[in-house]
């Protein structure tokens, strides 16, 4: 399989890293909006995104690697015109209209496009689908954290003014003990997660208004406790260098006649490497994606199309003997 790689900050190096450490793939090359000769890659060439048109017949999947904010509802659909394609969309509000305006491109240029792939949406998707198919009484719950969310930290970095930011997806702790106690409690959006901002802004910027705009972003930040920290570039690179993360998906219920069993399903992650798991999560659905354009099977899908045998890289005989 010959793969591109659309973009390249610390999700393309990622998906580059995995995809060298594939024999059956070959990277053709990473396209950037950055001037190439700027861009370091591990050995992959790098050719200017306006380029990507002359690269249709050399791509067997090219691999979207851009911000959920504004990337990817533009370049999905664009891509989607001459390419098959796979995205990390995670605005999670947003998934119907962006698998919409993917698929209407997709099916008309006879493409096929997987977006919201990764850990969540991703993984933690299919977590939720299997444990609701088999304790459709109960309840379902999500935790994210302690860690960097790689979108909400691109979308703070999009406000005019701030230099570069982390942001921390942080569970309350008590909320996640409620649940595993079998409480089954009712919880909103606040009392979940806290958010952990830490900003480094250019001299000179309003940081009352950086503050103000972070904390009022519709599907990011309005809706829960966010606190936001004004550090050096320094402190930055020195204390949040790293983007760990993780998470947890839980799903309590009950069977029995009178309900009498209680049951808990829990699906859990913990990450060195946020961007490097999210990448090789991208390139598994690559192998998926191109596996369904050979069978003529065009348009947009999610993880939920997808069978576990598309996604490996064993043949069936190796999963019925190795993993069955």
């Known amino acids: ?75 999905s659909p664009t891509l989607a015109e001459n390419f098959n394609i796979v995205d990390s969309f995670d605005t999670h509000a947003k998934n119907p209209t962006h698998f919409a305006n993917v698929n209407s491109v997709a099916l008309k240029n006879k493409t096929t496009a997987l977006i ?39 979308a703070i970095r999009r406000i005019d003014g701030v230099i570069d930011a982390r942001q921390y997806t942080v569970p309350v702790e008590e909320s996640v003990n409620l649940v595993k106690s079998g409480v089954n409690p009712t919880l909103t959006t606040r009392q979940k997660h806290l958010r952990e901002c830490y900003v480094v802004a250019k001299d000179g910027a309003d940081l009352q208004k950086i503050e103000n705009e972070i904390k009022s972003m ?77 069978k003529n099977d065009f348009g947009a899908k999610t993880v939920f199309d997808i069978s576990p045998a598309d996604l490996s890289q064993f043949t069936t005989e190796e999963l019925l003997s190795k993993m069955l």
């Open 1 to 75: 399989m010959k793969i591109g790689i659309y973009g390249y900050g610390n999700l393309g190096k990622g998906v580059e890293i995995s995809a060298l450490n594939d024999k059956n793939i070959e990277v053709v090359g990473v396209f950037t909006r950055r001037a190439p000769e700027t861009v370091k890659t591990y050995g992959t060439p790098v050719y200017n995104a306006n380029d990507i048109l002359k690269f249709k017949n050399d791509i067997d999947v090219l691999i979207i690697c851009g911000g959920s904010a504004t990337d990817l509802p533009v370049l």
């Open 116 to 154: 919201s792939a990764g850990w969540d949406p991703g993984m933690f998707s299919i977590a939720r689908v299997y444990a609701n198919a088999i304790l459709p009484n109960g309840s379902d719950y999500t935790f994210w954290g302690r860690g960097v969310s790689q979108g909400h930290s691109d």
């Open 218 to 294: 519709p599907n990011y930040f309005a809706d829960y406790d966010t606190t936001v920290n004004f550090i050096t570039l320094e402190e930055l690179n020195k204390n949040h260098k790293g983007m760990p993360h993780g998470g947890t998906v839980i799903r309590t219920g009950s069977t029995g006649l009178n309900n009498e069993n209680k049951h808990l399903i829990e699906y859990n992650l913990k990450l060195d490497s946020n961007p490097e798991f999210t990448a090789s999560v991208l390139v598994a659905y690559a192998r998926a994606v191109y596996k369904l354009y050979l």
